[in-house]
Every structure is written in structure tokens, then in C-alpha cells.
């Protein structure tokens, strides 16, 4: 074979090149083209019917927001269709029709270039100074002036025809409201002011319903989410509004509520180190220093002076190993002997005889001090069968009314389950507001772990 007779192959290796090349180039063209297409396809429907979208959408976000409550939070077995519909009118009508015609049609003629602005990039909008002047405006009428004097008036009496249709007491819905004014619209603006700054400066307007409804959606979910079966306060989260309510709830969470280190760590020794002496400036440094330098760790402690008394009360864990050489030294120690140390051992409530805790209560009480307080609220809680599991109290002045409060705040727990002992312990305990002329009576009821048992159970 002579050279000369493959002088042809490179040209032939290129030209394969190039096709192979071209046909790649075509695929991926074709591939964006597609996506172009799913894209335009996306929005066509909301950008050519956006009253149409933003109401569908504002519908299904309700409904499934309360489908969520009622699932996760309630542990309903079976969803209140009746009830569902309902709160899907309240998403189609006002959430979809009202905010929709005051977010485009409204806003729209107030600020003719607000489609332009939220169109601009990030860097022209920084330099729109009459742009963003119209931004803070649309913000500052919808936060401060829509939704103080519209929204929440409108949600309040929805929520209470929806939840008490047999009696709904329009006119208390609205003083509860009233009352609640204040916490509402601080913890509104604290979630939606930040989204609708976004919702405004960067969605296009058909967007505005569906952002706001997303993110209703997100905060329902979270709340939902953190408060699995607590059954008590369903009320306040449904709906999916951001109030003082829910505001706080979400603050608290479950996985805070409830826990106990004797219980959660059962590798370790656990004693109750308990004392009082003449107050001394020093004494927790002291007393902290002595159990660390012996492999002990403070958990739950309480250090209060009362008068010329200085009192400790502390759970301190540590190693087996280490628990004798710990006491010995809390009890030898010469510079602590003013204090009266005493230690006691803890065991874990799981290995003694008690019946392991499924329902847990938490109550804080806030009024104007009296004599005999908590023996009221404490017989009224052991009456119903609730095992204390923590109580604190404590005296606060009140310098708007000139007067001492007291505040009592306890963990209470039951093993008992069913719901009538539930409904009856929190009438029992909100009855204490009238008896007792307090000003907050607050009941927050956790039962996760309950629900978590019987689902394992079933399975």
C-alpha cells in the first residue's frame, strides 16, 4: 500500500468531525428550544389570565393550608369537608379577588411604573429614585393600612364563622381582634413586610398573589410542622395569618417543650445539689467551680437571694465513676460550709414506677398579686390529675398600673390520652382567668409525642 492512497482520510476524519459537531450543536438548540417552549407555556396562562390564576391558586393554598392543620396539628382522621370549603371560599373571594384587584388593578393606577420598576435590574432599581420611592408607598399602604383596617378584621370574623358556625359570635371576633391588635401587627410586619419589599420591587404583577400565597403556604407548613398535635390552639393556627399567636408559637417550638437531661441521658449519675446560707458575693462561682473541677455538669439550676439568704437549687449530671468523689467534695469543702450542701440522687422517671408521660401542659398565669394565688392555680391543676413537672413564680411591678404582679409559670404532665380529658382540662384551667382576675391566662398543650407512639403502634 502506497501512502498516497490515504491521503484522503483526514479530510474525511474532519468533515465526520464537523457533522458530529453540528449535530450536537442542533440537539442542544433543540433541547433550549424546548425548554423555551415549557417555559412561555408556563406563563401564558397566568400572564393572559392573571385574575383567573392568582384566585385558583389563592383557592388551593387555603384549602390545603387547613387540610394541613387538620391532618398535622388536629390528627383529624377524617378532613371537615364543610369546613375546608369554607376557608377555600375565604382563599378565593378575599386572598385571590380582594387582594388581587387592590395588588394590580389598584396599585397599578396609584403607580402606573410599578410593572416597569419590578422589571428593571437590580442595578437600575438602586438608581429608580421615584421607583423606590413608589416601592416603600405600596408597602406602607398594604402593611399599615390594608391590612390593620381590611385583612385581619375580615380573617378574625371568617375564622370565627368558620370554627363556631353553630354560634359565631361575630361582634366578640372583633373585639378579640382589638385586643389583639398590637401583637398581630408586630409580628405581621416582622414576616411580611421583608416579602412584600420582594414582592413588589421583583415580581411581575400577575406574581403578586401567587408570592404572597406561597408564602402563606411556607409559613403554615413550618408552624404545622413545629406544632404536631398540639390540639389546643388549632384555632389560632388556621388559616395560615401571621399573628402574635402564631408568631409566638413558632418562637417556642416542641422541640424545646417538655425535655428533661435526668431523663434524655442515661449513661449518667444525676443528684439534686440543694443549699442556703447568709448571702455572699461569689457563691455560684463558687459552688459551679467545686462540681466542674469534679466532672460534674449544671443543667437545670435555680439561684435566687431572698433577703440576707442566698438559695441554690441544681441538677448536676456526671459520670458514675465520679459521683462519690463529686459528693465528698461538695460536702468537705471548707469555704462551702456556710452554704448547708446538701445532695440527693435522681433517678430516671422511665426505671421507677410511674406512668411514662403523654400529654404535657404548659400554663403561664400573669395578674395582679394576691394572697393565695398558687394554691389556687396548683390544686386546681392537681384536682384534674396533672403531675408538675416544673413551676416557677415570681413578683413583677407593673409601672403603667402602679401595682405588683405575680406570674406563675408550670409543666404539667398526664398519661392519660383521650381528647374529653384534654377539652375538660383546658376549660377547667381557662376557667382560672375569672376566678382569679388574671390578665394573661396562656395553655399550650403538647401531645407529639403521643401521636408519635400511636402511629407506630398501628403500623
Request: hydrophobic residues 45%; aromatic residues 8%.
Amino acid at each position: 500500500w502506497r501512502s498516497e492512497e490515504f491521503e484522503f482520510l483526514p479530510s474525511l476524519i474532519g468533515t465526520a468531525h464537523v457533522k458530529y459537531s453540528d449535530q450536537r450543536n442542533l440537539t442542544t438548540s433543540l433541547a433550549r428550544s424546548n425548554w423555551d417552549t415549557i417555559m412561555l407555556a408556563s406563563t401564558a396562562i397566568p400572564t393572559k389570565h392573571p385574575l383567573a390564576f392568582g384566585v385558583g391558586i389563592s383557592t388551593f393554598k387555603t384549602m390545603f393550608s387547613d387540610a394541613v392543620v387538620q391532618k398535622v396539628v388536629e390528627q383529624k382522621e377524617e378532613l371537615d369537608w364543610k369546613r375546608n370549603l369554607a376557608f377555600g371560599a375565604f382563599g378565593c373571594f378575599y386572598l385571590g379577588g380582594v387582594q388581587y384587584a387592590l395588588y394590580v388593578p389598584v396599585f397599578g393606577r396609584l403607580f402606573p411604573n410599578a410593572a416597569s420598576f419590578a422589571a428593571k435590574s437590580l442595578r437600575d432599581k438602586l438608581r429608580d429614585v421615584k421607583g423606590i420611592a413608589a416601592l416603600n408607598a405600596q408597602v406602607f399602604l398594604d402593611q399599615c393600612v390594608h391590612h390593620p383596617l381590611m385583612y385581619f378584621p375580615v380573617f378574625y370574623m371568617t375564622r370565627e364563622l368558620v370554627m363556631h358556625s353553630d354560634s359565631p359570635d361575630m361582634k366578640g371576633a372583633l373585639l378579640s381582634y382589638k385586643e389583639n391588635m398590637k401583637e398581630d401587627l408586630l409580628a405581621l410586619w416582622k414576616i411580611w413586610v421583608p416579602a412584600t419589599f420582594f414582592n413588589f420591587a421583583f415580581m411581575p404583577m400577575w406574581g403578586r398573589i401567587p408570592w404572597v400565597a406561597g408564602t402563606s403556604l411556607l409559613w403554615t407548613m413550618v408552624l404545622s410542622a413545629m406544632r404536631g398535635g398540639d390540639v389546643a390552639h388549632a384555632e389560632e393556627i388556621v388559616g395560615g395569618a401571621v399573628t402574635g399567636a402564631t408568631l409566638e408559637i413558632m418562637k417556642e417550638g416542641f422541640s424545646e417543650a417538655f425535655t428533661c437531661p435526668v431523663e434524655l441521658d442515661p449513661e449518667m449519675a444525676h443528684i439534686c445539689v440543694s443549699a442556703s446560707g447568709p448571702d455572699k458575693t461569689g457563691w455560684v462561682a463558687m459552688v459551679a467551680r467545686a462540681v466542674a473541677q469534679e466532672g460534674g455538669n449544671v443543667t437545670h439550676s435555680r439561684m435566687v437571694r431572698l433577703g440576707h439568704e442566698f438559695i441554690i437549687l441544681m441538677h448536676v449530671s456526671v459520670a458514675p465513676e465520679n459521683l462519690k468523689t463529686l459528693v465528698r467534695s461538695l460536702n468537705n469543702d471548707q469555704d462551702l460550709l456556710p452554704l448547708n450542701i446538701r445532695t440527693s440522687s435522681l433517678t430516671r422517671r422511665q426505671t421507677g414506677t410511674y406512668e411514662k408521660p403523654l400529654i404535657g401542659f404548659r400554663i403561664k398565669c400573669v395578674g395582679k398579686d394576691r394572697q393565695g394565688m398558687l394554691a389556687e392555680i396548683s390544686e386546681r391543676i392537681a384536682r384534674l390529675g396533672l403531675s408538675v413537672d416544673n413551676i416557677t413564680t415570681e413578683l413583677r411591678l407593673d409601672r403603667k398600673r402602679d401595682r405588683r404582679e405575680f406570674v406563675v409559670n408550670c409543666d404539667a404532665t398526664t398519661p392519660k390520652t383521650d381528647q374529653k380529658m384534654i377539652d375538660g382540662a383546658i376549660h377547667d384551667i381557662s376557667a382560672l382567668k375569672e376566678d382569679l382576675g388574671l390578665d394573661i391566662l396562656d395553655i399550650r398543650v403538647h401531645s407529639e409525642n403521643f401521636i408519635a407512639r400511636r402511629r407506630r403502634t398501628e403500623q
